[in-house]
């Protein structure tokens, strides 16, 4: 009953948004995450990410959610579902790119391309899939993050992204 109407909930906001304006690119597909990852909690967080970009009017990206979050043990790799908002305003196509730092180089993130997607110009959100091993860096002064991008597409080989965001995560 409850995944039911938490189903239903997503039809009637799927709908009102595809009503408005502006054209929302969804990318979005409630039967591709398993339902104990999308806690009532987290897609209201995700929601209300997508409403705060939607009233923007320049490039925007926004980590709305990631699983799991918690009981992430040093040197352990998991699977990670990540929803991210944008808004792209400035070029007709865009990339969305995701990556994440580790212990050799915690300084900086790899972005993983083989999962980079393609959008057009307008708001939407995607779901990344990605595994990872993570890393207890606290002892350096550090964090292991999930980082993510928005770049013009195609983009030059020295480029700048439009619009980025990062996800700090703890590892014990």
Known sequence: MNRLLIFTFF????????????????????DSIPANNLE?????????????????????????????????KHENSYTFTIAVVYNLVTTEEGILNIGYNNATKPNSHRLI????????????YHIFNITAKVYDLHKIGKAFYIATNLSEYPHAQAWR???SDRFILKVN
């Open 40 to 72: 009532l909690e987290l897609k209201n967080k995700l929601i209300k990410e997508l409403e705060n970009i939607d009233r923007s009017e320049r490039d925007n990206l926004k980590i709305g959610f990631v699983s799991p979050i918690e009981d992430l």
């Open 161 to 163: 992204p439009l619009a």
């Open 11 to 30: 039809l009637i906001f799927s709908s009102s948004l595809f009503a408005q304006k502006n054209t929302i690119n969804n990318d979005f597909n409630i």
């Open 113 to 124: 391309t083989e999962v980079s997607k393609v959008i057009n110009k307008g708001k939407g």
